[in-house]
Nanobody, 120 residues
Framework: QVQLVESGGGLVQAGGSLRLSCAAS????????MGWYRQAPGKQRELVAT???????NYADSVKGRFTISRDNAKNTVYLQMNSLKPEDTAVYYC??????????????WGQGTQVTVSS
């Protein structure tokens, strides 16, 4: 099994910055895609950013130029640097990995979510 643990959420004023981290542990053989999603109250979960091994990054239009996704393969960790935060960025942020286990089973794994609140 694969477990994901997130950290770094919190309360910040508009214009501020936060850095989220998500570390995976367990029976991991490889991780192809690492991503961040978010869900605001009353809204559907949406893609924020993804980073794919050997391919590159992808961002939602709403965060382009403000957020940066990066990964440390040695640590099985993905980061989301969030700058110039806006109140509309307020949401629960989830990481998702597409990983292959040591039993060569491929699947999607989600973190438990971390709250980000941006005050105006």
């Amino acid at each position: 099994q694969v477990q994901l643990v997130e950290s770094g959420g919190g309360l910040v004023q508009a214009g501020g910055s936060l850095r989220l981290s998500c570390a995976a542990s367990g029976s991991i053989f490889s991780i192809n895609v690492m991503g961040w999603y978010r869900q605001a109250p009353g809204k559907q979960r949406e893609l924020v950013a993804t980073i794919t091994s050997g391919v590159g990054t992808n961002y939602a239009d709403s965060v382009k130029g403000r957020f940066t996704i990066s990964r440390d393969n040695a640590k099985n960790t993905v980061y989301l640097q969030m700058n110039s935060l806006k109140p509309e960025d307020t949401a629960v942020y989830y990481c998702k990995f597409t990983a292959t286990t040591t039993a060569l089973r491929r699947g999607d794994y989600w973190g438990q979510g971390t709250q980000v609140t941006v005050s105006s």
